[in-house]
Nanobody, 126 residues
Framework: QVQLVESGGGLVQAGGSLRLSCAAS??????????MGWFRQAPGKEREFVGA????????LYADSVKGRFTISRDNAKNTVYLQMNNLKPEDTAVYYC?????????????????WGQGTQVTVSS
C-alpha cells in the first residue's frame, strides 16, 4: 500500500508561484516503478489532469492549460514529487491531488492511477 501526502498549497496572488510536494511512503521510488501524476478539482467541476512524470523522470506530460507555467519533477531518493507552479491564474484555483501508479508511466487518465493523496488547496486571487 502506498500513502501519498501533499503539501505546499495556499493563497497566492495572480502571477505568483507555489511549489507543491507529494511525499510517498510504502514503496521505494528508487527500486520500484512508480509513475506519478498531478490532478486538480475546482468546485463544481470534474477532476482534471494537470501533469504526469515517468518513474525515472525522463518523460513528462502536461495539460495544455498549464503548459509553460507548471513543471513536474521528482526526487526518487526522497520519494517525493513536486509541482512548481508559476504565473498562477485565478482559474488555477482548485484542490490539487497527487496520484501514483505502479508502472513506468501512467499518462493523463485518472483511472490509470492506483493511489491518491488527500489533496491540498490552492487559491489564486485576482
Amino acid at each position: 500500500q502506498v500513502q501519498l501526502v501533499e503539501s505546499g498549497g495556499g493563497l497566492v496572488q495572480a502571477g505568483g508561484s507555489l511549489r507543491l510536494s507529494c511525499a510517498a511512503s510504502g514503496r521505494t521510488f528508487s527500486t520500484s516503478p512508480m509513475a506519478m501524476g498531478w490532478f486538480r478539482q475546482a468546485p463544481g467541476k470534474e477532476r482534471e489532469f494537470v501533469g504526469a512524470i515517468s518513474w525515472r523522470g525522463g518523460t513528462t506530460l502536461y495539460a495544455d492549460s498549464v503548459k509553460g507555467r507548471f513543471t513536474i519533477s521528482r526526487d526518487n531518493a526522497k520519494n517525493t514529487v513536486y509541482l512548481q507552479m508559476n504565473n498562477l491564474k485565478p482559474e488555477d484555483t482548485a484542490v490539487y491531488y497527487c496520484a501514483a501508479a505502479q508502472k513506468s508511466f501512467s499518462g493523463s487518465s485518472p483511472e490509470s492511477y492506483d493511489y491518491w493523496g488527500q489533496g491540498t488547496q490552492v487559491t489564486v486571487s485576482s
